[in-house]
Structure formats: structure tokens, C-alpha cells
Nanobody
Framework: VQLVESGGGLVQPGGSLRLSCATS????????MSWVRQAPGKGLEWVSS????????SYADSVKGRFTFSRDNAKNTVYLQMNSLKPEDTAVYYCAAVRTFKVAVAAEYEYDYWGQGTQVTVSS
């Protein structure tokens, strides 16, 4: 099983980034997916979740209206479009897979599969 995040980097406040998480080794279309982040010196924070079919999404209040979570089941990939980025969005972003759609769950042990993370830095 592999979950490989990409698309992170350095961006100025107000800018945008699009994260991707390419997966393999499991039946992607049967799993809900989540994004979880960890800011420097802080604990894990749930960001967003999407159900297996892609028709249901949920967002943390801190990113609602700025981030959009989507998936392409033909490509076994999920995406996180991040707009209007703020310095407080600086974190390592992880994608995670789980059989049952979960909201506001950040702990790694709650997920079946977990990626290696991609760094997002928002700074001028």
C-alpha cells in the first residue's frame, strides 16, 4: 500500500496550492479519504474528509470556504485545492484512507493507511 502526497511548497499569503495524493495497493474506490495536517510544534489537526464516491465532503471550520477536497477514482488520487492561504496553514499535510467516512478525526491510528506527508509553508 502506498499513499504519496505531492504539490506542497512555499507560497505567499493569499496564494494557492493544489495537493495531490496518489494511492496504490488497495481498493481506492471503497475507501473514504481525509487530509490531516501538523503545524510545527503542534499536534495533528483534521482538515477535510471525502466519502468513497466523492459526493460528500466535510471541512474544518479553519479551512471552510478556502479549501476544496476532490477525488478521481479512475486515477486512485485525491486532491486538495487550497486558496487564500494564510501563515497558519503552514504544516505538513498528510492524506489518509479509511473504510468508514470520518469527520474531525486526526489520530493516525484511526485510519487504515497514512501517507508520508508534504510540507506547505505560507510566508512572505
Amino acid at each position: 500500500v502506498q499513499l504519496v502526497e505531492s504539490g506542497g511548497g512555499l507560497v505567499q499569503p493569499g496564494g494557492s496550492l493544489r495537493l495531490s495524493c496518489a494511492t496504490s495497493g488497495f481498493t481506492f474506490s471503497s475507501y473514504a479519504m481525509s487530509w490531516v495536517r501538523q503545524a510545527p510544534g503542534k499536534g495533528l489537526e483534521w482538515v477535510s474528509s471525502i466519502n468513497s464516491g466523492g459526493g460528500i465532503t466535510s471541512y474544518a471550520d479553519s479551512v471552510k470556504g478556502r479549501f476544496t477536497f476532490s477525488r478521481d477514482n479512475a486515477k486512485n488520487t485525491v486532491y486538495l485545492q487550497m486558496n487564500s492561504l494564510k501563515p497558519e496553514d503552514t504544516a505538513v499535510y498528510y492524506c489518509a484512507a479509511v473504510r468508514t467516512f470520518k469527520v474531525a478525526v486526526a489520530a493516525e491510528y484511526e485510519y487504515d493507511y497514512w501517507g508520508q506527508g508534504t510540507q506547505v509553508t505560507v510566508s512572505s
